[in-house]
């Protein structure tokens, strides 16, 4: 399996916009679909998107689709996460996660439409959106 690192957390102002990084190592990066998750204080994880293998397919959450961009590097082992129009309520810690399995189970065990749990979680990146 392979291991994940996010980065590129801060302090961000409202309005701003982020890139987080998700970097892998210890396995084969092309293998595993990549979804985006966030947890702010108080609150359940959220699930913000997926990218396919290969990158050509993507999946979004509503609540963040029209400001998300999910993309991968297979050559470098990174998926990416850049949001755009940051508002306060986007603070939280961002965590990534890996599945073999591919995009479309990676969604249906997110959205709980499938049982089971994704094979791979990064320790998250703290994301805070000042005002």
């Known amino acids: 399996q392979v291991q994940l690192a996010e980065s590129g957390g801060g302090l961000v102002q409202a309005g701003g916009s982020l890139r987080l990084s998700c970097a892998a190592s210890g396995g084969t990066f092309s293998d595993y679909a990549m979804g985006w998750f966030r947890q702010a204080p108080g609150k359940e994880r959220e699930f913000l998107g997926a990218i396919s293998w290969s990158g050509d397919n993507t999946y979004y959450a509503d609540s963040v689709k029209d400001r998300a961009t999910i993309s991968r590097d297979n050559a470098n082992n990174t998926v990416y996460l850049q949001m755009n129009s940051l508002k306060p309520e986007d603070t939280a810690v961002y965590y990534c996660?890996?599945?073999?399995?591919?995009?479309?189970?990676?969604?249906?065990?997110?959205?709980?439409?499938?049982?089971?749990?994704?094979?791979?979680w990064g320790q998250g990146t703290l994301v805070t959106v000042s005002s």
């Open positions: 996660a890996a599945d073999r399995r591919g995009i479309h189970t990676l969604v249906l065990i997110t959205t709980r439409r499938a049982g089971g749990h994704l094979e791979v």
